[in-house]
């Protein structure tokens, strides 16, 4: 998904801004004891507040799954009193929340309806084509669109910058899964370009341990993350771009110049540092759209990762099943943001660590 | 020796305010006149609302009629159908014309709903230093971790497949983001003098918001607006996309999802696909560039960035 | 949505039974690995508690029942554990006699003991009730006499007994698993213990492949497909490049587009079948009412109430034009609701029933009082107009709500208003059964018999499995009539006595019966035999292997094979080249960087 509106992550918080020139190795490893509570109080918070919705929400989207699971089968009033016995749904929806908070804080998340297994064994099944294809795709399209985006600025007005940055406008406005769509068209289904896999992560009879295999994963996993890490590229160089324009404003890097040091030495050591402090929080962020990421990607490209199983588990739709992965992509962002605030807090002096 | 009768003072205080008003919104307009990018968005922007509003008019409504359509089933372009036929042998071209008119009214609505919940709220959160302003920025940083397109898709199974109900899914899923910007800025807006100058004077918090606050939130809020329509119309044809719109709509991300359903990428009909593509795209970035344009008209800081 | 799936809920009857093996195991252990595509996933492998289709496709290959049902006729059943039954005369006793020496995979016997052991506990209730239950109706106990015998005693005749395709369990296993417990029974590849013709090498719940090898110790011998890989896939698209590039060798799960694309290549065959008991239909409330009390309930239009109404509307939507768009040519001609799969219990509506005939349709809404007014809309008989009909929809497949757009449009052409509701299947269905809506568009498939799908137009099914409300005394008195009616001619003048009831009243206007597509590649396998009718499902379950043989063009298709791998190690090399080139340019950056900066 996108995001909102690229300016608003220079916003955030009120944290973010130029900063002072400063090498991240000298103040790495302080927190004061305060801090790390009120990080990690809020977290918990956040997620207290998540499971809860989690409840509540799912409760009103399908008040009796008894009657979508017995249809076709179920024939007597019995035969649904039956399925809503075992399914639980005969208590009043308080115990059932008692129920379901224990259950949380157990590690039991229930039993998914439609696979009849239970759900933390089924997202553990499925998370691993997940994390292969989104995180090669955000550290790719980090690494690419920071160096891009701090190209354009070093230069800026210039042709490389004119032309990258036009580009890097429209692929922001693009959805992804069109731009996935296309690839799939050119790339995979394509009779003549068609040389990449139309899908899925393994080819039939490749044993996915060994060396083949793996290099048959890849295989599968370069269009569906070529399509990723461009969409996220656009926006992180976009970002990027700015925050670096930020910086070459600052009296330090004149003061840098003034000591004699060559172009390269300023952009690493005072421009780079500095300007990669709004990528941070950008990049927790942006973890709560890259799970969309992963489910429309998952469905063009057919890989049977969190996203394909959210949408499974949509058609029935799957109350256990889509809890356990609600929470876990809401857990995902919000420890994805706790530690993005340490990791700012390290590299930013000026947040009371 | 006569004079004039003075005009009443009051009217006088308003018309100044009015014309300084008037004023601002000149300099912001020539402004935005000389920046190149923000006038081609807006310039596409206006074909796009030509085309959506008199689209009646550019071609016949009864060709969306599937029980009407006659064409061969998802044909290539030809002299009969420029852009091809759909599954339902229907000409791409009156489709995508028509199909305008979902993203843009869903786009804009649901921001109107977002920018409402979000100026509220960031506002609120920013002016008020005790607890009430910190629960509503908890609340504010919750609605951000939860996922945008899981929970914008179990609302829309909730709600049901209507155009109302995606317009309430993306306004409602939309305005945390705007809540931070506004809470950002006023925030800064807090600390101007003429705030204290207003406190000290006894102004409320109401009116501290509405006569001070919002006056000076306002043009963000509209640069904002600008960019949050872009993210909404992506929001809506990803939604469509997945089979959440509204399945009687004729929209390009329906389009894109009939395309998608019927096998039209491995059929090879690429003119199911490229013509509601671009057209998103164009759009989106339309308002994109407008949006930031007028950003960097309202807050001069960022200029330097793009 | 991502999947077109079949408009019909229960289960796809092309992929429904177990045929009656020809016992010949052909050429033993000839080997060879079959292929098999499919969209969609498996939910479990448990025999008592699956719910989608794909599973009870899969289910047959690793369990056994007693009967199979044959591949010439749905309403008929082949041997399968049994080797053959009979039925007393009063129909109250049904004795299987089972093959003598059977064993389970674990060198167990399985013996009638585990058959009445199952049949038990499906009749007990709990889990296997809710599946299976259907297929022991009347049945009052299960015994087991003797090792190779199982004795149904009735309380009143059954109509579909014989007919016994319920899994059977191996007891020993299964005892240890009560209901509460049955989800951790142990579903893996090694601990699985089956007694059909295949064994589970590789896949569990929601896993993307399933492989399967053959077993000997089945009682049809050793099947001459090896080794059947099933795939999984999340979308049609997949399958059809897959099938194309000749890595799956047969699938269900094309679309009838993909058919028309894939019919004129090589090694190829390409075609679709009539669902033989599936159909698809527009249905309406014909009168929901709260069981206890008497009262209406819910919100229906008052026009779809009356049976006149319905009935007008029987020749006001097109079939045609139904299937050449929102099937795109996969709907074949039915309208009533038993489909071709029992063609004696056919009954065929009179012709004026059969054609689209807009002018007919309006002439006999006219007749029942429902006239046009000077604003071109349509009024009730008592002269007030119609209030505005709704049209509910599954919105999760493709070709059932364009179906429903085109049936709103034929609705407004004849003067109403109508607005289109999609919804998932589970609001769908809530809203039936809450009486909120006035028409409907689904499907229904059913095997076995008609009685399937004759019970829910009963007035006991509503609020249960009825979707349509529909309660008619007449109706049911045949029902009952001929569910305890054993001669066989004298229960078919009932069962068509009792279509025509509904084609009058109309709480459904049937509308066609979906097809179903397929495809396969003839340059690795032969042999592909077709079930119940030409050009039928040559994969209607696990027995149509028996009928599959490797092709002597072996040679010819491993060179073909040879150059797609060249292909690949040609692309995969050079991929491998543009990333060492991209990497040691990085190196070299970061290593001039580097100097550069202490050159300072």
């Known amino acids: 998904m996108t995001s909102p509106s690229i300016s608003t992550a220079t916003h955030v918080d009120g944290l973010v801004g130029p900063g002072f020139p400063h090498r991240r190795s000298r103040l790495a490893g302080r927190f004061s004891r305060r801090f790390v509570l009120t990080q990690f109080a809020g977290s918990a918070c956040a997620l207290m507040f998540v499971i809860v919705v989690n409840f509540f929400l799912f409760r009103v989207i399908n008040p009796h799954p008894e009657r979508t699971l017995g249809r076709g089968k179920a024939r007597t009033a019995e035969d649904l009193e039956e399925i809503r016995r075992r399914l639980g749904l005969d208590e009043s929806l308080w115990m059932q929340f008692g129920k379901y908070l224990k259950q949380v804080f157990t590690g039991d998340f229930g039993v998914s309806f439609q696979y009849s297994k239970p759900v933390p064994d ?5 998370v691993w084509p997940t994390l292969l294809l989104v995180l090669p795709a955000t550290v790719l399209s980090i690494w690419l669109g920071s160096r891009l985006g701090s190209r354009q600025a070093w230069k800026h007005g210039g042709r490389f910058d004119r032309s990258t940055s036009a580009f890097a406008t429209v692929l922001y406005s693009m959805p992804e899964w069109w731009l996935g769509l296309l690839l799939f068209m050119v790339f995979a289904a394509n009779p003549v370009f068609g040389v990449f896999p139309i899908g899925g992560l393994h080819s ?12 048959d994963t890849i295989w599968h996993l370069v269009l569906p993350t070529t399509t990723l890490t461009v969409t996220y590229l656009a926006e992180y160089s976009m970002i990027m771009r700015s925050s670096m324009l930020d910086v070459m404003g600052e009296d330090y890097l004149l003061t840098g110049r003034a000591k ?94 | ?115 409402v919940i979000g100026t509220i709220v960031g506002m609120a959160s920013g002016i008020s230093d005790g607890w009430a302003g910190t629960v509503l920025f908890r609340l504010t940083e919750w609605f951000i971790v939860i996922p945008f397109l899981p929970l914008a898709l179990v609302l829309a199974t909730l709600l049901g497949g209507s155009l109302l109900s995606i317009i309430v899914v993306i306004g409602i899923t939309g305005w945390p983001a705007t809540a931070l910007v506004i809470r950002a800025q006023t ?98 970035l339309a308002f994109t560039m407008a949006g930031q344009a007028l950003e960097d008209i309202v807050n001069p800081r960022l200029k330097e960035g793009r | 949505m991502f999947t077109t799936s079949s408009a019909v809920s229960g289960h796809r009857s092309g992929t429904d039974s177990v045929a009656s093996g020809p016992g010949s195991a052909g050429s033993r252990g000839a080997g060879g690995k079959l292929t098999i595509g499919a969209v969609g996933e498996v939910d479990t492998l448990n025999p008592l508690t699956y719910i989608l289709s794909n599973s009870y496709a899969l289910i047959p290959y690793l369990f056994e029942a007693l009967t199979s049902p044959s591949h010439d006729s749905l309403a008929e059943q082949g041997p399968g554990l049994a080797e053959s039954w009979n039925v007393a005369a009063d129909g109250l006793t049904v004795t299987y006699h089972m093959r003598p020496g059977l064993k389970w995979s674990d060198g167990k016997p399985l013996t009638a003991a585990d058959a009445a052991y199952t049949l038990g506990r499906v009749l007990e209730g709990g889990q296997g009730n809710s599946t299976w239950g259907n297929y022991l109706d009347n049945v009052k106990t299960v015994n087991a006499p003797d090792d190779i015998t199982v004795e149904l005693s009735l309380g009143a005749p059954s109509a579909t007994l014989p007919k016994m ?287 399937a799908m004759l019970v829910y137009l009963t007035c006991d099914q509503r609020s249960l499995q009825s979707d349509s409300w529909y309660c008619s005394e007449e109706y049911d ?101 543009i990333l060492i080139l991209l990497l040691g340019r990085f190196a070299v950056a970061r290593w001039r960087r580097a100097t550069a900066e202490e050159r300072e």
Not at chain 3, 348 to 353: F, Q
Request: glycine residues 8%.
């Open chain 1, 122 to 126: 089924l997202i553990g099944e499925r």
């Open chain 2, 187 to 284: 925030f800064s807006v807090r600390e101007r003098p003429f705030m204290e100058r207003a406190r000290v004077l006894g102004a409320g918090p109401w009116h501290l918001m509405s006569k001070h606050v919002f006056p000076n939130v306002l043009p963000l809020v509209f640069a904002n607006t600008t960019l949050t329509v872009a993210g909404s119309v992506l929001a809506e044809t990803t939604l469509s996309f997945l089979g959440f719109g509204d399945p009687t709509a004729v929209s390009w991300g329906t389009m894109l999802n009939a395309a998608f359903g019927t096998g039209a990428v491995s059929l090879g009909a690429w003119w199911a696909l490229l013509p509601p593509g671009i057209c998103v795209i164009v759009v989106v």
């Open chain 2, 1 to 115: 020796m006569t004079t004039a009768p003075a005009p009443p003072r009051r009217s006088s205080a308003r018309a100044l305010r009015w014309k300084l008003r008037r004023e601002a919104w000149g300099r912001t307009w020539a402004k935005f006149r000389a920046n190149r990018a923000g006038m081609v968005g807006l310039a596409v922007l206006l074909v796009f609302a030509v085309i959506a509003v008199f689209a009646p008019l550019l071609a016949d409504s009864h060709e969306l009629r599937v029980s009407a359509a006659s064409g061969p089933i998802l044909a290539p372009p030809s002299r009969k159908y420029p852009l091809g036929t759909d599954d339902n042998g229907r000409s791409i071209l009156t489709l995508l014309i028509f199909g305008a008119r979902v993203p843009l009214l869903v786009g804009l609505m649901a921001t109107v709903i977002s920018m």
């Open chain 3, 477 to 577: 008195d045949l029902y009952t009539e001929q569910k305890n009616e054993l001669d066989h001619d004298k229960r078919v003048e009932i069962v068509k006595k009792m279509q025509q009831i509904l084609y009058h009243d109309a709480p459904y206007i049937v509308m066609g019966q979906p097809m179903a597509q397929q495809a396969y590649r003839s340059d690795r396998w032969t042999g592909w035999t077709s079930a119940f009718q030409p050009g039928g499902d040559v994969m209607a379950d696990v027995t149509s292997l028996y009928d599959l043989r490797p092709t002597d063009g072996a040679a010819q298709d491993v060179s073909a094979d040879r150059t797609a791998r060249t292909a690949t190690v040609v692309y995969r090399s050079l991929a491998a080249l």
């Open chain 1, 260 to 353: 004699g040091l060559s172009d390269r030495q300023v952009l690493h050591r005072h421009a780079l540092p500095n300007a990669r402090l709004p990528m941070t929080t950008l990049i927790a962020l942006n973890l709560a759209f890259t799970v969309g990421g992963a489910i429309t990607i998952e469905t063009v490209f057919s890989i049977p990762g969190l996203g394909l199983l959210t949408s499974e588990a949509m058609r029935i739709p799957d109350l256990p099943l889509l809890q356990g992965l609600f929470l876990v992509f809401s857990a995902a962002v919000v420890v994805a943001n706790m530690v993005a605030n340490f990791i700012y807090a390290l590299q930013d002096p000026r947040v009371k660590a």
């Open chain 3, 165 to 451: 395709p319920i899994p059977i369990l191996p007891k020993h296993i299964f005892e240890h698993y009560p209901d509460e417990k049955l989800d951790q029974y142990p579903l893996g590849p090694k601990s699985l213990v089956t007694s059909g013709p295949y064994r589970l090498l590789e896949g569990g719940a929601g896993s993307s492949l399933y492989r399967f090898e053959a077993w000997p110790g089945n009682w049809r011998g050793l099947s001459p497909v090896a080794y059947v890989d099933w795939r999984f896939f999340k979308a049609q698209d997949t399958i059809m490049q897959a099938i194309r590039k000749g890595e799956i060798d047969y699938t269900p799960s094309v679309n009838a587009l993909q058919v028309r694309k894939l019919k004129n290549r090589q090694h190829m065959y390409a075609g679709q079948f009539p669902l033989l008991g599936n159909f698809v239909e527009v249905g309406f409330n014909s009168g929901s009412s709260d069981l206890k009390t008497g009262r209406p309930l819910g919100d229906p239009n008052p026009a779809v109430l009356d049976p006149k109404f319905r009935f007008a509307l029987s020749t006001a939507f097109d079939p045609a034009e139904l299937s050449r768009k929102a099937f795109k040519g996969g709907l074949s001609p039915l309208r009533t609701i038993v489909p071709d799969g029992f063609p004696d219990f056919q009954w065929k509506p009179p012709a004026d029933g059969t054609t689209y005939d807009p002018k007919l349709a309006a002439q006999r809404l006219d007749e029942a009082g429902y006239k046009l007014d000077a604003h071109g809309r349509r009024t009730l008989p008592t002269g007030r107009s119609v209030p505005r009909l709704r049209i509910a929809v599954d919105a999760s497949d493709q070709s059932s709500l364009l179906a429903t757009r085109l049936v709103r449009e034929w609705m407004q052409n004849l003067g109403f208003d109508i607005t289109l509701d999609a919804m998932t299947a589970d609001k769908l269905t809530d809203e039936i059964l809450s009486g909120n809506y006035d028409m409907f568009w689904w499907g229904w498939g059913f095997s076995d018999d008609p009685d």
């Open chain 1, 204 to 215: 039939p009879g490749v044993a996915p341990m060994s060396v083949e295999g793996v290099a």
